[in-house]
């Protein structure tokens, strides 16, 4: 009966870490001077950025998987 529910999770799964290898790979060119850079953006540099989303993913599996 949930098997719909867990298939379209796993669709999700699959496409963030798709997205998150092609992130990766776009931004594994880049030298320290220019992941520090400041951008202007609102978490100042593209590592600001990644951090970012890595910190949004951990909170987020956290809440999945009851963890802290």
């Not at 931004?27 to 202007?40: M, P, T």
Request: charged residues 15%; proline residues 1%.
């Amino acid at each position: 009966m949930l098997d719909w529910i867990i298939h379209h999770f796993r669709q999700l799964a699959d496409y963030n870490a798709g997205a998150n290898i092609r992130l990766y790979e776009a931004f594994a060119v880049l030298s320290y001077a220019e992941l520090q850079c400041d951008c202007k953006g609102p978490f100042n540099s593209i590592h600001g950025t990644l951090n970012q989303i890595l910190v949004g993913g951990r909170i987020w599996m956290a809440r999945f998987t009851g963890g802290k």
